[in-house]
Each structure stands twice: as C-alpha cells, then as structure tokens.
C-alpha cells in the first residue's frame, strides 16, 4: 500500500478540533487544499514525505479558521483606510476639531468621510449640527456616520449638494431632521443617509478594487478565513461590489472565502440570478438580508412595549409587515436563506413569527433562516429559535460598543437581564454564529471572544448580565462551526476534521491556560487557507496572494 506524501504537517499539543471542549495533542496532514487526516502525532508520521513541510508549534493553540458570520466588506474597508475615525472622541467640538486635521491632511479628497461618533457617549441628549462642521468646511461636503451606522451627520455644503432643502420630503423609513424654522439641522436617520452617501461613495473601480485587496489583507492577518457579507442598509448600496468580488475569485486571488448577501427586496428573479452566477468555492451567495428594525439608540428598533424615555413611541418597522411577509414567503418558497437585522424584542417576535409563517405556508425545511444582532429579547421567545430551527446571529462585543445607559433608561428594569442575550440562545438548542459586523465594531475575533468569555461592559471593569457569559469552547465553536452551519457549510468548515477543507490558523498562544485579559493580547502566527499559507506572522514576504 502507498501512502499518500502530505504537503504540509502540522504537529502542536493544543489542537482544538473543534469537537470537544478542549485541545488535544494532535498532526494534522494537509495535502492539496483538503486535510488528509488527523490523529496523534505518531500516526501521521506515515504521511510524512521528502516534500512536506513539517510545521511543529509547540503549545500554541491551532484551531480552524475563523469564521465571521456578519460583517460589510467594502463599508469596513472603507471605514479603515478612507475615512476619520471618531470612536474616541469625547465631544462634538472635539469631534469637529479632528474632522479639521483630517480634512487638512487629505486636502485632494472631495468628500470628508468619517465614522465612530456617539454624541450619548459624550453626554449629550441632542444631536450635532450641520453649522458646527460649517465653522471648519464650509466649502467641502462631509458626511460623519454614528457608531452604530444607522445615522449621520452632514454639513451644509453636503446637503446642498445632495439637493436637501428645507422642502426636502423625508424617504421611505428614514428622517431629515429639521430646527424649529423647517431647515435641515445636518442630522440623517437610517434611509435619509442615502441621499448624502449615494454621492460621497462614487468612487472609481481602482479604488474598489484596492479596499477589497485591503480587506483581504487584514482578514489573513485577524485568521479569518471565511465571512458573510450581509447587505449593510438602503445608505450604502453604492457599495456593492460582488462583480470585483468576482474578477479577485476568477484570478484566484480571494485569500477569505466570501458569502454574500443581498438585499431582500421583492426582486425575486436578480436573486435567483446572482445566485447561479456566485456559485464557488470561495464566492456564493448564501442568502438574502433585509432590515426589520433601527437601533435602540435611535429609538428606532421595534419594541413590544413603548420607549420608557419616549412613551408614545415602540419604534418602527423598516417595511410593513404585510411587505414583509410576501417577501419572506416568496424567498422561501425559491429556497433561499433569509437574515433579518432585528434589534429590538418587537423585530425579533416579528421575525420569529414572519419564519414561522413561512414554513406554515411552504412546509418546513432545513432553511437556517436567522435573527441578527438580538439586542433585547422576551424570554418566550428563546425557545422560538429552537424550534423553528432559526440560527440567532450574536456579535458579543455589541455590549461593550456603547455605555449600558443607551439601553438601560430606554426599556423597562423587567427587560434588563434579557439585553444582549447569549448564554441563554448559545443552549437553547438553536445553533448559533458569531460575528462582529465590522466597520461597526473591530474586525478582531478576539474582542469577540472575550467579551463573550466575560461579558465586560464598555468600562471593560464592569460585566454586564454576567449569566450570560459562555465557555471559551462555546465561542470558539460559534464563530467557526456555528458560522459555517450558518452556510450550510458544516460539512467542508468549522472543525479540523479529515476530509475538511484546510482553513487553519496557529494563535501564537494556548488560550485554554492563559487569563481572559490575555485573550486580548493574542495574535494569529500563521492563516493557511484552502491550503495554502496567507499569513505568517514572522515571514513577512508569505501570502498576501493578491498584491
């Protein structure tokens, strides 16, 4: 009999497979782009031959590859490298005074672009306005889009040139704020950022083209390996860029498997179509995604019961329910995969009950439709998920992204230990994924992972609804088999397992023996996808396939 010459060995005495809840001392032989087999060391000797690479990591932990279940590719690339990022300033002059450097230092860019801003982290109740930004643009536009994405702040010349005028009619679910005299105050709520950012991200295919090549960058070094690219809302379609997505998958360029998403919109037949022409290996699309809610922030995720600060006011749907439901019924019916953005414990029943009707009408599948983010929840409603078979698509480090006041004074004291649930629906029975719908948060899965481990709030002192934390096993396994299942990909990702694609990384420690507090300090050393190296860290000519 001839064995089989693996290509590349991997020996380490912390393997986590992915099937139990620790590591073992385990080989792993890779041949081509598949894992040939796994066992103890001893046994893979015999597919050692004069060629392979034999990579022995000692006690630093290897596991699959990361898989994140929720994120915008081209809206972070775009936050990252083409924009001024807000996210530490403490007050909108602050805030103003930094958007000046920047403008300053980028003076051969038309559009001023940045990201990050909380005005409730600064303490104050109302938001910024357009004349502040005035004092130090006034002859450039710019557009500033809140932490949470879901508004933005613009200035005069911004809305001028977006045509926005005291006259200027609100768009189907989004609002232009405007002062007591009827003139636009530079606020932009959910639909309304449209109207500024359909001119602010006109930018040439080159650039496109290169915030891809940075995404996949950055992914190979975080260990990331495969993503969902979810459709990122009505503000930023003039993002898309599956057809470049495309051209890097067709040049055997994409160094992260990409699963995308769509908007679910009525338009049943595009679907249909893109998703016989994203069919690979490395490019599907898995799915549509629609919006049923806001944020809570906002007050415009949709709750069962009012605002506790805004009494006359349980939020709002993004579309009728009757809208809704004929498009949920429509692609299930064709067998798509559907993700509904649902923040509120009103989104989430509303989802819940849209899916149900679903299989009601059309007969139940393995359809792992799923609820993203599931900020607040009613406790009925956990075993829904469960039941219905429906995944619930978590982001752990959502809690520490603004301070627990943003939730705290908005709902009632009953709903507090039902804010940012995770325990409760990672044993539910439901499967569920991890992400970290990057740009609104870091891309790092680290941050993920620890805040999920220990559920520290925004003081990262402090934990918020401590029962919810879950075992380090349990998140590692939602943010890579969790999410493979969420592609119907169990069966090729997510586990080191013979016969599974070879997407692995080595982190440069055991996180099974070291703090929680050293989970953040933890770096990837090596990304082998398909196969093949795409990172390592201390080689730094390896990978980076694409440029």
């Given at each position: 009999?001839?064995?089989?010459?693996?290509?590349?060995?991997?020996?380490?005495?912390?393997?986590?497979?992915?099937?139990?809840?620790?590591?073992?001392?385990?080989?792993?032989?890779?041949?081509?782009?598949?894992?040939?087999?796994?066992?103890?060391?001893?046994?893979?000797?015999?597919?050692?031959?004069?060629?392979?690479?034999?990579?022995?990591?000692?006690?630093?932990?290897?596991?699959?590859?990361?898989?994140?279940?929720?994120?915008?590719?081209?809206?972070?690339?775009?936050?990252?490298?083409?924009?001024?990022?807000?996210?530490?300033?403490?007050?909108?002059?602050?805030?103003?005074?930094?958007?000046?450097?920047?403008?300053?230092?980028?003076?051969?860019?038309?559009?001023?672009?940045?990201?990050?801003?909380?005005?409730?982290?600064?303490?104050?109740?109302?938001?910024?306005?357009?004349?502040?930004?005035?004092?130090?643009?006034?002859?450039?536009?710019?557009?500033?889009?809140?932490?949470?994405?879901?508004?933005?702040?613009?200035?005069?010349?911004?809305?001028?040139?977006?045509?926005?005028?005291?006259?200027?009619?609100?768009?189907?679910?989004?609002?232009?704020?405007?002062?007591?005299?009827?003139?636009?105050?530079?606020?932009?709520i959910e639909t309304a950022i449209s109207l500024v950012t359909d001119?602010?991200?006109?930018?040439?295919?080159?650039?496109?083209?290169?915030?891809?090549?940075?995404?996949?960058?950055?992914?190979?070094?975080?260990?990331?390996?495969?993503?969902?690219?979810?459709?990122?809302?009505?503000?930023?379609?003039?993002?898309?860029?599956?057809?470049?997505?495309?051209?890097?998958?067709?040049?055997?360029?994409?160094?992260?498997?990409?699963?995308?998403?769509?908007?679910?919109?009525?338009?049943?037949?595009?679907?249909?179509?893109?998703?016989?022409?994203?069919?690979?290996?490395?490019?599907?699309?898995?799915?549509?995604?629609?919006?049923?809610?806001?944020?809570?922030?906002?007050?415009?995720?949709?709750?069962?019961?009012?605002?506790?600060?805004?009494?006359?006011?349980?939020?709002?749907?993004?579309?009728?329910?009757?809208?809704?439901?004929?498009?949920?019924?429509?692609?299930?019916?064709?067998?798509?995969?559907?993700?509904?953005?649902?923040?509120?414990?009103?989104?989430?029943?509303?989802?819940?009950?849209?899916?149900?009707?679903?299989?009601?009408?059309?007969?139940?599948?393995?359809?792992?439709?799923?609820?993203?983010?599931?900020?607040?929840?009613?406790?009925?409603?956990?075993?829904?998920?469960?039941?219905?078979?429906?995944?619930?698509?978590?982001?752990?480090?959502?809690?520490?992204?603004?301070?627990?006041?943003?939730?705290?004074?908005?709902?009632?004291?009953?709903?507090?230990?039902?804010?940012?649930?995770?325990?409760?629906?990672?044993?539910?029975?439901?499967?569920?994924?991890?992400?970290?719908?990057?740009?609104?948060?870091?891309?790092?899965?680290?941050?993920?992972?620890?805040?999920?481990?220990?559920?520290?709030?925004?003081?990262?002192?402090?934990?918020w609804n401590e029962q919810e934390r879950v075992t380090l096993a349990?998140?590692?396994?939602?943010?890579?088999?969790?999410?493979?299942?969420?592609?119907?990909?169990?069966?090729?990702?997510?586990?080191?397992?013979?016969?599974?694609?070879?997407?692995?990384?080595?982190?440069?420690?055991?996180?099974?023996?070291?703090?929680?507090?050293?989970?953040?300090?933890?770096?990837?050393?090596?990304?082998?996808?398909?196969?093949?190296?795409?990172?390592?860290?201390?080689?730094?000519?390896?990978?980076?396939?694409?440029?």
């Amino acid at each position: 009999m001839i064995m089989t010459n693996a290509d590349i060995i991997i020996k380490s005495n912390s393997v986590f497979t992915g099937l139990s809840e620790q590591p073992e001392s385990l080989a792993i032989a890779i041949k081509g782009n598949r894992i040939l087999e796994v066992g103890k060391k001893e046994d893979i000797l015999v597919f050692q031959g004069d060629k392979t690479e034999v990579i022995d990591v000692g006690d630093q932990l290897v596991m699959a590859g990361f898989h994140d279940a929720h994120l915008h590719i081209m809206l972070g690339s775009l936050f990252s490298h083409y924009c001024v990022s807000l996210t530490d300033v403490q007050s909108a002059d602050e805030a103003v005074a930094k958007v000046k450097v920047y403008s300053e230092e980028q003076n051969n860019q038309e559009w001023i672009i940045g990201t990050g801003w909380d005005h409730t982290a600064w303490g104050d109740k109302e938001f910024p306005t357009c004349y502040l930004l005035d004092a130090v643009l006034p002859d450039r536009p710019a557009v500033l889009l809140h932490a949470e994405g879901h508004y933005g702040w613009v200035n005069s010349k911004a809305l001028e040139m977006a045509g926005i005028t005291r006259n200027t009619e609100n768009p189907a679910y989004g609002i232009i704020y405007k002062d007591d005299n009827g003139e636009p105050t530079g606020i932009l709520i959910e639909t309304a950022i449209s109207l500024v950012t359909d001119f602010a991200y006109d930018f040439p295919k080159e650039t496109f083209s290169r915030m891809v090549a940075q995404f996949l960058d950055k992914a190979a070094q975080l260990g990331i390996t495969s993503v969902n690219d979810l459709y990122a809302s009505r503000a930023h379609e003039k993002l898309e860029a599956y057809a470049i997505y495309k051209e890097f998958d067709e040049a055997g360029l994409l160094t992260t498997r990409f699963h995308v998403y769509p908007p679910l919109n009525g338009d049943i037949e595009t679907a249909k179509k893109l998703r016989e022409q994203y069919n690979s290996g490395k490019l599907k699309l898995a799915g549509l995604k629609q919006f049923i809610d806001g944020v809570v922030t906002g007050h415009t995720a949709f709750m069962l019961d009012p605002y506790t600060d805004k009494p006359d006011s349980v939020g709002e749907v993004a579309y009728s329910v009757e809208e809704l439901e004929k498009w949920v019924l429509e692609a299930d019916k064709e067998g798509f995969q559907i993700r509904f953005h649902s923040i509120g414990d009103g989104a989430v029943r509303l989802g819940l009950d849209l899916y149900e009707k679903a299989q009601s009408v059309n007969g139940k599948r393995d359809a792992r439709h799923a609820l993203e983010h599931i900020e607040v929840i009613a406790p009925e409603d956990i075993p829904r998920f469960a039941q219905l078979g429906v995944m619930p698509s978590i982001q752990p480090y959502h809690i520490a992204l603004m301070p627990r006041e943003s939730h705290t004074t908005r709902v009632s004291a009953e709903k507090y230990p039902y804010i940012y649930p995770n325990a409760k629906l990672v044993r539910s029975g439901a499967v569920v994924s991890y992400s970290s719908d990057y740009p609104i948060v870091p891309l790092e899965p680290m941050l993920e992972i620890y805040h999920a481990a220990t559920r520290k709030d925004s003081t990262l002192i402090d934990t918020w609804n401590e029962q919810e934390r879950v075992t380090l096993a349990e998140a590692l396994k939602a943010y890579t088999l969790g999410s493979a299942y969420s592609v119907f990909r169990e069966h090729e990702l997510g586990t080191i397992e013979s016969g599974k694609l070879a997407d692995i990384i080595v982190l440069d420690r055991n996180l099974f023996t070291v703090s929680k507090e050293e989970i953040l300090q933890t770096k990837v050393e090596l990304t082998i996808m398909d196969g093949k190296k795409i990172w390592n860290r201390s080689v730094t000519d390896v990978a980076n396939l694409h440029v």
